[in-house]
């Protein structure tokens, strides 16, 4: 039995909740989002709160009930709070700028690299080594962090690179002289 499945999710005030089929619409002041769910659950809404049930006592049904709360109570979330991510860049000569519906960055490269920013994201650039990532939608605010942290990830021996804020770098030692 899944112990998170069975918690009810709390519905703020000011956010809609709509269930067509087997999709849920959630939509509230920072944004709209929508989600297939699985066919073995169910989503019910009742006085203000979300239960997610299923229909069979089983592991699999069990472990989506689970699976199923907790992206429902991300989505209730994200349009209520938002999310957000981090990132530093770290090295001489390193920037990032973000000009209307692209972000541009300069890493050592021979060329910048122009990223085009996703729909329903959002990208603030302080001082051109931090990069503020937000939105509403949980898994669309990691995946785009993770896109821009792979253009050039941290190196073990200097530690330049772009980093999540809180990523702790394990250095390597260089190489070391004959003596």
Sequence with gaps: MSR???KPIPVPTGVKIGLDGNQVHVEGPKGKLSRAIPSQVEVAVEA?????LHDEETQRN???QGLTRTLVANMVDGVTKGFQKELEIVGVGYRAEAKGNILNLSLGFSHPVAFPIPEGISIEVEKQTKILIKGADKELV???AAIIRDFRPP???KGKGIKYKNERIIRKAGKTGKK
């Design 4 to 6: 998170i499945g069975k």
């Design 48 to 52: 203000e709160q979300i239960l997610v």
């Design 62 to 64: 069990s472990s989506l």
């Design 142 to 144: 990691g995946e785009t």
């Design 155 to 157: 190196e073990p021996y």
